[in-house]
């Protein structure tokens, strides 16, 4: 099992450009989620899935997208990136582990660099 | 709400013994640690839930006081490595438990 992977690891963009980060999971899992990472700031959460074909808001929602079209992808869409968008963004997967409730496995991380 | 941990850095020699807290202002039912190297993903190291037991992982233990709503997290005989930065989450309320908030980290370093 490759577990959580993302793709690119690593990006830089233009201020204005567009982009798609890419998480796939094979472990069969109903949540998904993604998050970005910042110095200081710990692991703050975008939008997050329950299942295919849903998706919500998390913490910090402004300026993405995302779609679960798949069970296994949960795609992450930056339609106009800005220079406060460089970050690292991490994507993680879950299921439910009834009463010890959910673990999360998380991707390796894409750097992403807005300039 | 974001949890709050504390100390936010600590150097240790191998060997030596460290606690991380991590408390809430909300209700818990449950807390989760993880562990992140250096440029690496955070990874789970394990889940406290409600009824004050402590966990282990390795020389890594845990515990957790609901009514005081805050956990600790006890690395005893510290080895290189253990450094990184631990992370403790807090699910949220009604039936989004799924969803964690992560404290901002407490980067730990262990010398030789």
């Known amino acids: 099992n490759a577990g959580v992977t993302q793709t690119p690891k690593f990006r830089v963009l233009k201020t204005g450009q567009s982009m798609t980060l890419l998480c796939a999971q094979d472990?069969?899992?109903?949540?998904m989620y993604w998050y970005r990472q910042d110095p200081g700031m710990g692991l703050r959460l975008i939008h997050y899935s329950v299942g295919e074909g849903t998706t919500a808001k998390g913490e910090v929602p402004d300026g993405y997208n995302v779609s679960r079209l798949k069970k296994q992808n949960f795609l992450l869409g930056l339609e106009s990136a800005a220079p406060s968008q460089t970050s690292v963004y991490f994507c993680?997967?879950?299921?439910?582990?009834?009463?010890?409730?959910?673990?999360?496995?998380f991707g390796p991380g894409t750097r992403l660099t807005v300039l | 709400q974001q949890p709050v941990q504390s100390p936010q850095a600590v150097i240790l020699r191998e060997g030596e013994d460290a606690v991380i807290n991590c408390s809430s202002s909300k209700a818990l039912y449950s807390v989760h640690w993880y562990r992140q190297k250096h440029g690496e993903a955070p990874v789970f190291l394990m889940i406290l839930l409600k009824g004050g037991e402590q966990k282990g992982h390795e020389k890594i233990s845990a515990s957790f006081n609901e009514k005081k709503q805050q956990s600790s997290l006890y690395l005893t005989a510290s080895q290189l490595s253990y450094s990184g930065t631990y992370f403790c989450g807090t699910p949220g309320g009604g039936g989004s438990n799924y969803k964690l908030t992560f404290g901002k980290g407490t980067l730990l370093t262990v010398n030789p």
């Open positions: 993680a997967s879950s299921y439910d582990r009834g009463s010890k409730g959910h673990t999360q496995y």
């Open positions: 472990m069969n899992h109903e949540y």
